[in-house]
């Protein structure tokens, strides 16, 4: 196995990454890496691709061309040591299970065919909602949960995966800034035990004070690396064009920092 | 009633209508959660050109031949609507909608045709359009059993793999199931249900037979399994009602009536479900507004105090009256149960007064603030 890895080195590479939908490409070769335990932000305007960009990585989008590699090897092969949290609006809230089986969720790829979760698995799943700060509402109906409450959820069944890289599309969209504070903290704490945690983020404000490493996307690659290199605003102008104007004097003035 | 059980056709209708509400309670639970609750109605459609061919195949009302027709016919119809979804950029609703009118059509053309032909008279084929409950045969309810079985052993083995796909098939695909597999295998099975639910209700009501029982027990709880019995109980509460009405009354077909049993079932949920229903929520907001009625009255109770400057002030009934320009005597009479009012006299005058105990300057003051009450 080990002598067919491919930049083991690093958490996720992605080389010559092409997807398009009906022959317009929605990500053009794309070349970025992550290096394994940081926190890194994806950012780029609407329509940039950056939701595409995680679903192809996650297989879930066939890439027209290129390939991507995840600690060495191909994602099919690491889909245990992935974590994934999908845009909430995903899935309708509206179903009729509780908090604890949804996070429990997480677990079925593990257990595999057939067997169903018992106490090991409840206990786990237990862990990983008291972590996110939602043990009281394990037993509660998910449509009775907030939409900060339903992201802790979701990112709750992903930490029960124990997964090295997670990737979050989006996690911090539509929640209160108490939330948006626990879920930051969170994401810390995982990049803090080595994990690689890779966030599509939509916040500009807000992307020097959580995140240590940034991918600026606009259909390509504008700009990669650590985020003090690379939040600059000639990046950001060129991938975000006139709608930049706002935040053009931001980094001129280095963190007086009461973001948050 | 018992001479009647004892027939055994109308053993036969019972067991069979038994199955019918079992399987679509169960499958149709899925489907409804899936938001392809007319998936029921465009596969059983579907069924009736598989059903002509199965005839002509035949060359007879041949039971076997005409069944497996349906099923062959049910689920190419799910293969194009998964295909059609998958390939074009036509949403679920409108694939439904074309593969139901397409097969249907088809059948219609084909039944025609057959009836045309002289054989089609004798052969009854229209009795698959609203079923014929009385004429299955024992051999039949071996096949529907069978069918049944299957389907609810299949559910019981992948029930987290059809759960999770159900609730979210991109992260079902990201834990390594294939999502596509499984969803065929949910589809195929409403097909399933289909080819037992034919000489049943037939295929022009088979659709309510999917959706009915599921919608009925999602007005009552929040969880899937229970959901899943639950469907399956009214599918089969339905079915054996509706059996054993057309038995005891003369001249009334099987299927349309278990068709109105699981609708009156839904009606009843629908209106009388604890959390979800229309009456619960009615009396909900009835006592809300009355409590916002009370709380008006004691207001203004507490306001007549103060401007007397007398905390025992002594309000007379009529007097808050004109200030609501409505009755307030209920309210009050609620209010003096809960302790926050007291009935009092203020001669020389002989009508009934109000006013504050200690307890309703209180709940004035801090109106939040309630000890020992109910809600």
Same mark, same amino acid.
């Given at each position: 196995?080990?002598?067919?890895?491919?930049?083991?080195?690093?958490?996720?590479?992605?080389?010559?990454?092409?997807?398009?939908?009906?022959?317009?490409?929605?990500?053009?070769?794309?070349?970025?890496?992550?290096?394994?335990?940081?926190?890194?932000?994806?950012?780029?305007?609407?329509?940039?691709?950056?939701?595409?960009?995680?679903?192809?990585?996650?297989?879930?989008?066939?890439?027209?061309?290129?390939?991507?590699?995840?600690?060495?090897?191909?994602?099919?092969?690491?889909?245990?040591?992935?974590?994934?949290?999908?845009?909430?609006?995903?899935?309708?809230?509206?179903?009729?299970?509780?908090?604890?089986?949804?996070?429990?969720?997480?677990?079925?790829?593990?257990?595999?065919?057939?067997?169903?979760?018992?106490?090991?698995?409840?206990?786990?799943?237990?862990?990983?909602?008291?972590?996110?700060?939602?043990?009281?509402?394990?037993?509660?109906?998910?449509?009775?949960?907030?939409?900060?409450?339903?992201?802790?959820?979701?990112?709750?069944?992903?930490?029960?995966?124990?997964?090295?890289?997670?990737?979050?599309?989006?996690?911090?969209?539509?929640?209160?800034?108490?939330?948006?504070?626990?879920?930051?903290?969170?994401?810390?704490?995982?990049?803090?035990?080595?994990?690689?945690?890779?966030?599509?983020?939509?916040?500009?404000?807000?992307?020097?004070?959580?995140?240590?490493?940034?991918?600026?996307?606009?259909?390509?690659?504008?700009?990669?690396?650590?985020?003090?290199?690379?939040?600059?605003?000639?990046?950001?102008?060129?991938?975000?064009?006139?709608?930049?104007?706002?935040?053009?004097?931001?980094?001129?003035?280095?963190?007086?920092?009461?973001?948050? | 009633?018992?001479?009647?059980?004892?027939?055994?056709?109308?053993?036969?209708?019972?067991?069979?209508?038994?199955?019918?509400?079992?399987?679509?309670?169960?499958?149709?639970?899925?489907?409804?959660?899936?938001?392809?609750?007319?998936?029921?109605?465009?596969?059983?459609?579907?069924? =009736?050109? $598989?059903?002509?061919?199965?005839? %002509?195949? &035949?060359?007879?009302?041949? *039971?076997? !031949? #005409?069944?497996? @027709? +349906? /099923?062959?016919?049910?689920?190419?119809?799910?293969?194009?609507?998964?295909?059609?979804?998958?390939?074009?950029?036509?949403?679920?609703?409108?694939?439904?909608?074309?593969?139901?009118?397409?097969?249907?059509?088809?059948?219609?053309?084909?039944?025609?045709?057959?009836?045309?032909?002289?054989?089609?008279?004798?052969?009854?084929?229209?009795?698959? =359009?609203? $079923?014929?409950?009385?004429?299955? %045969?024992? &051999?039949?309810?071996?096949? *529907?059993? !069978? #069918?049944?079985? @299957? +389907? /609810?052993?299949?559910?019981?083995?992948?029930?987290?793999?059809?759960?999770?796909?159900?609730?979210?098939?991109?992260?079902?695909?990201?834990?390594?199931?294939?999502?596509?597999?499984?969803?065929?295998?949910?589809?195929?099975?409403?097909?399933?249900?289909?080819?037992?639910?034919?000489?049943?209700?037939?295929?022009?009501?088979?659709?309510?037979?999917?959706?009915?029982?599921?919608?009925?027990?999602?007005?009552?709880?929040?969880?899937?399994?229970?959901?899943?019995?639950?469907? +399956?109980?009214?599918?089969?509460?339905?079915?054996?009602?509706?059996?054993?009405?057309?038995?005891?009354?003369?001249?009334?077909?099987?299927?349309?009536?278990?068709?109105?049993?699981?609708?009156?079932?839904?009606?009843?949920?629908?209106?009388?479900?604890?959390?979800?229903?229309?009456?619960?929520?009615?009396?909900?907001?009835?006592a809300?507004?009355r409590e916002l009625h009370e709380t008006l009255v004691l207001g203004t109770l507490s306001?007549l105090a103060?401007?007397?400057?007398?905390p025992d002030y002594r309000a007379e009934q009529a007097m808050i009256d004109?200030y609501h320009?409505t009755r307030t005597h209920q309210a009050l009479e609620a209010l003096a149960q809960k302790g926050l009012v007291a009935p009092a006299r203020h001669?020389?005058?002989?009508t009934p007064h109000w006013r504050l105990t200690d307890k309703g300057h209180a709940r004035v003051?801090?109106p939040?603030?309630r000890e020992d009450e109910p809600?």
């Amino acid at each position: 196995m080990s002598d067919h890895l491919h930049e083991p080195g690093l958490a996720l590479h992605v080389e010559d990454l092409t997807v398009s939908y009906r022959a317009r490409p929605v990500l053009w070769d794309i070349d970025f890496d992550v290096p394994p335990g940081v926190m890194a932000a994806i950012v780029g305007p609407n329509g940039a691709g950056k939701s595409t960009l995680i679903k192809a990585v996650l297989g879930l989008v066939r890439p027209t061309a290129g390939h991507v590699t995840l600690l060495g090897r191909p994602y099919r092969d690491q889909r245990r040591n992935v974590g994934y949290v999908p845009q909430r609006s995903s899935v309708d809230w509206d179903f009729p299970t509780t908090a604890l089986d949804v996070v429990l969720m997480g677990l079925y790829g593990h257990l595999g065919w057939f067997r169903r979760p018992g106490r090991p698995e409840i206990a786990r799943a237990r862990n990983a909602l008291a972590e996110v700060g939602m043990i009281d509402f394990a037993d509660r109906q998910i449509s009775q949960l907030s939409g900060g409450q339903q992201q802790r959820v979701f990112i709750a069944r992903a930490l029960v995966q124990d997964a090295d890289i997670y990737f979050l599309d989006e996690p911090m969209a539509g929640v209160d800034a108490t939330t948006e504070k626990a879920i930051v903290n969170l994401l810390r704490g995982l990049r803090d035990r080595g994990k690689t945690v890779i966030v599509v983020h939509h916040d500009l404000q807000t992307v020097r004070s959580y995140f240590d490493w940034l991918v600026i996307l606009n259909v390509r690659v504008i700009a990669q690396g650590p985020v003090s290199d690379v939040y600059t605003a000639e990046n950001l102008k060129r991938a975000y064009g006139g709608q930049i104007a706002l935040l053009e004097t931001a980094p001129a003035h280095p963190a007086p920092t009461q973001a948050g | 009633m018992l001479a009647l059980l004892a027939d055994s056709t109308i053993q036969n209708v019972l067991v069979g209508a038994a199955l019918l509400g079992a399987i679509s309670g169960v499958l149709g639970s899925f489907a409804v959660l899936r938001r392809q609750s007319l998936l029921g109605d465009t596969l059983s459609h579907a069924a =009736l050109p $598989g059903i002509c061919i199965g005839f %002509l195949l &035949a060359g007879a009302r041949d *039971m076997p !031949a #005409i069944l497996a @027709g +349906a /099923l062959a016919a049910g689920a190419l119809a799910a293969l194009a609507i998964i295909g059609i979804t998958r390939h074009t950029r036509l949403k679920t609703d409108a694939a439904l909608g074309i593969v139901l009118s397409v097969f249907f059509a088809l059948g219609v053309v084909l039944l025609t045709f057959i009836q045309s032909t002289g054989t089609g008279t004798q052969a009854g084929l229209e009795t698959f =359009l609203f $079923g014929q409950a009385a004429a299955i %045969l024992r &051999a039949d309810l071996y096949l *529907m059993g !069978a #069918i049944t079985l @299957g +389907a /609810l052993v299949l559910v019981a083995l992948l029930w987290k793999e059809f759960k999770l796909v159900t609730f979210d098939p991109v992260f079902a695909r990201t834990s390594g199931f294939p999502v596509l597999a499984l969803e065929i295998a949910l589809t195929m099975m409403i097909a399933l249900a289909v080819v037992v639910g034919l000489q049943m209700v037939g295929v022009i009501l088979m659709a309510a037979m999917i959706v009915a029982p599921a919608v009925a027990a999602r007005q009552w709880t929040d969880r899937l399994s229970v959901m899943v019995v639950l469907a +399956a109980g009214f599918g089969i509460l339905a079915g054996t009602s509706g059996a054993i009405v057309s038995a005891t009354a003369r001249g009334l077909s099987t299927g349309p009536l278990i068709v109105l049993a699981i609708s009156a079932i839904v009606l009843v949920s629908l209106l009388l479900a604890p959390r979800n229903g229309l009456i619960p929520a009615w009396l909900r907001q009835r006592a809300g507004r009355r409590e916002l009625h009370e709380t008006l009255v004691l207001g203004t109770l507490s306001h007549l105090a103060v401007e007397h400057g007398d905390p025992d002030y002594r309000a007379e009934q009529a007097m808050i009256d004109a200030y609501h320009g409505t009755r307030t005597h209920q309210a009050l009479e609620a209010l003096a149960q809960k302790g926050l009012v007291a009935p009092a006299r203020h001669a020389p005058e002989t009508t009934p007064h109000w006013r504050l105990t200690d307890k309703g300057h209180a709940r004035v003051a801090h109106p939040t603030e309630r000890e020992d009450e109910p809600q």
